[in-house]
């Protein structure tokens, strides 16, 4: 099921080259224009502890938890093992595709934002750029699952634990 969702989602790499590069582009760059984004609410004091949620959440997710189960699980990228993928970048981590390190960022900066405004716009944003990169063959629908899952957790267990000082 994971390597059938997969070739749908990248079955439409190579197809059209705006789509390709609008898919190169979600699935690489744009993680450093939704930190940006997310950076910039800083600037609404409302919105302070959201934005050290997201943060705070995405780093942690990303270096500790993603990197040790990345290790532990050892998963090689789809066009490592099938033959038929269409390859639109270049990973110079091999074996390590389970999670995904952007989606995990992509989601904690969106769940970090539940309750306000910001929260639908960054869903769709996180769900854009982890679709991209099954689309580039980078990772299965289970890495971004899985990521969308540790993201969600972490964000709720930093939620607990760093209270909303604005709420106390």
């Known amino acids: 099921m994971n390597e059938a969702i997969f070739h749908v989602i990248n079955n439409f790499a190579g197809q059209w080259q705006t789509l390709d590069l609008l898919g190169i582009f979600f699935a690489d760059k744009f993680l ?85 405004e910001y929260f639908w716009p960054y869903i769709i944003m996180a769900t854009i750029g982890s679709l991209a990169r099954v689309f580039v063959g980078l990772h299965f629908p289970f890495d971004i699952g899985a990521s969308l899952i540790i993201a969600g957790v972490t964000v709720l267990v930093f939620k607990r634990l760093f209270k909303n000082p604005s709420l106390s």
């Open 32 to 116: 450093y224009v939704f930190v940006l984004i997310v950076i910039v609410l800083w600037f609404r004091k409302s919105l302070r502890y959201h934005v050290y949620l997201a943060l705070g959440s995405a780093l942690f997710s990303r270096v500790l938890i993603v990197e040790l189960i990345k290790k532990l699980v050892n998963q090689p990228r789809p066009y490592e093992i099938l033959a038929n993928t269409r390859q639109l970048i270049v990973d110079n981590e091999p074996n390590m595709s389970f999670p995904s390190g952007h989606t995990v960022i992509y989601f904690s900066l969106a769940f970090a934002f539940w309750g306000t």
